[in-house]
């Protein structure tokens, strides 16, 4: 009988340590948690968490909480060095100098003239422009990739990548360690054989730093000879992008660049690839011939903005926050998932009440059924303001982009998201010459044909829909 009472008063002293140390932990993550630089409801989806679950938030926390990394800021700061020569880039002579000197003040680069712009506005476009400069390559092929699709299109880039390795093409593919979990070394094994590079960014396991797990490279970027580069929401996989047509293709939008914009596309590639491998950028940088590179091909004016947890700022969001209160006339957002902040959603609603003409496209059903739960209520607010709200279908629309004025758009790999514009390491390009601008314009318009008026959107009605639609609203900054 002693002994099972020692046994029971241990356990008891175990489990009351056990508490103890859990809920200390807990204090210092949430303090921690309210000293960050976080909008607010994502700190607010936190607390809840932790507090409510603490065995279950804690332990998530130190996972997936991460959104800013010193260390690996510091460590790719001294891999982004200027290129050689870059005083030989065509300056810019931008109407916007707002939204220029927002993005450019948190960490983005300064707009550069000499650019040529193609938009590429299918999946057959896409994949043929895709094709055509892989086989034009000389020298170089950089690609970066969130998911390569085991299916026919992926394995096509695949057999085509190899077959230009064979032929002496210096390739090198930069994969996201959680959007392409799934592919087998069988899959990869004819690039590698054939002399490819293959590296993974941040995998999860072994867990590279807190917040490894939950911050992921949405980039998509192909840039070829260092002065060609293919951008924009395009993934490898066939609901994206392949040589034939496909029913339930998706609607996406991207584009070639050729000029000075492209190699810096090349430098954001040549900083995250060296952060994943640890290889030399030195190495990297003298394989590049400069003056080629800044060649001007063009007469776009293109700024590329490079967001995530290895910029110091958050130029992304505030070039979309200084774009939204710059609007005089006009404003028009394309996102496959709208989950805003505050502030974005509130700017919206002052510029639409303000006789700004506003436009919103979204499908009318997109392929994560949680995100289209947590927009009812921001899509609610803002119709009741007078913004059109436009829904994309049948099929998935996956395009991003923003327009202004007709005088200056957005466009790249970034949702208006909570997850894009604080989490992930995204790549944009803002446009800054009209002719361009006019150009996307009439992309929107063609865009518009698929789409109809959202008319009366989902009220609040039954018991469960209540339930999924607030919880997926309270959860949406984690999502």
Known sequence: MDAELEQTLTQGLWSHLFTIAGFLLAIFLIARLVSEKRQPGSTFAWLLVIVLIPYVGVPLYLLLGGRKLRRLRASKSRLLPALPGRGEIPPAACASLSVASTVTANGACEPVGGNRIRLLTTGEITYAALEEEINRARTHIHITAFIIGRDDTGRRIIKLLARRAKDGVKVRLLLDSVGCMFLSRDFLHPLRKAGGEIQWFMPVLPFTSRGSANLRNHRKIAVFDHAT??????????????????????????????????????????????????????????????????????????????SGPDVPGDPLYEGILAMIQGTDRSLTIITPYFIPD??????????????????????????????????????????????????????????????????????????????????????????????????????????????????????????????????????????
């Open 229 to 306: 580069a293919i951008v924009g929401g395009h993934n490898l996989a066939r609901e994206y992008m392949g040589p034939t047509p496909l029913k339930k293709r998706w609607a996406d939008f991207s584009a070639v660049i050729a000029g000075p914009a492209a190699a810096l596309l090349n430098e954001v590639f040549i900083a995250d690839w060296c952060f994943a491998s640890k290889q030399s950028a030195d190495a990297l940088h003298a394989e590049i011939p400069v003056a080629e590179a800044l060649q001007p091909r063009g007469d776009s004016e293109l700024q590329v903005v490079a």
């Open 342 to 479: 505050e502030v974005l959603q509130r700017t919206l609603i002052v510029k639409a009440r303000a006789g700004r003409a506003v436009t919103l496209i979204v499908p009318a059903r997109s392929n994560h059924p949680v995100t289209d739960f947590a927009r009812r209520h921001f899509l609610r607010e803002l119709r009741e303001a007078g913004v059109r709200i436009m829904l994309h279908g049948p099929g998935m629309m996956h395009s991003k982009a923003i327009l202004v004025d007709d005088r200056l758009a957005l466009f790249g790999s970034p949702n208006f998201d909570l997850r894009s514009l604080f989490l992930n390491f995204e790549i944009a390009v803002l446009v800054h010459s009209q002719p361009d601008v006019l150009a996307m314009k009439a992309w929107v318009e063609t865009l518009l044909r698929s789409c109809r008026p959202a008319g009366d959107l989902p009220r609040k009605s039954r018991l469960w829909g209540n339930i999924l639609e607030d919880l997926s609203r309270l959860l949406a900054p984690l999502l």
